[in-house]
């Protein structure tokens, strides 16, 4: 059974190694593109887009070198940890915009169904490393 979880930890940070790099290279490459297809908001910084960018790809930089630990739970076990909670907030940051601040939800939803998903699927793999 640890077999399948392992299989699962690795299928969870190739993933999120993927988005990362896509949202990261996006937002900091060309952030205005990113404004325009997603409709942003009433609020747009292409300087803080593009310091979000370059953390994303500074994580996935993370990531990747801690790829090769990924068999060590002790090693990774706080990258988990930060991706559940960052994760989290982006949700509700998300869902705040919608509610708050009238940014429509069509353009909001991949954002929030993808943020729900690495938060579940992330605290279910801490959860049964745990066991």
């Known amino acids: 059974m640890a077999s399948y979880f392992d299989k699962e930890l690795k299928i969870y940070w190739i993933i999120g190694i993927i988005v990362g790099l896509i949202y990261g ?3 900091f490459i060309s952030p205005e ?10 609020y747009f910084s292409p300087v ?3 310091i979000i960018g370059g953390i994303y790809i500074a994580w996935v930089v ?3 070198k801690l790829y090769k630990e990924i068999d060590n739970w002790e090693k990774i ?9 960052e994760e989290s907030l982006a949700a ?9 601040y009238n ?18 699927v992330g ?3 801490i959860l049964q490393k745990k066991k």
């Open 77 to 85: 076990e706080s990258w988990m940890l930060f991706t559940v909670m």
């Open 48 to 50: 803080s887009a593009r």
């Open 103 to 120: 940014i429509s939800i069509t353009t909001s939803i991949i954002g929030i169904i993808s943020s729900i998903f690495f938060v579940i």
């Open 62 to 64: 993370i990531l990747i």
């Open 123 to 125: 605290i279910h793999i």
């Open 33 to 42: 593109s990113y404004h325009a297809v997603t409709g942003g908001g009433p």
């Open 92 to 100: 509700i940051a998300q869902i705040t915009g919608v509610i708050v």
């Open 25 to 27: 290279f996006w937002l």
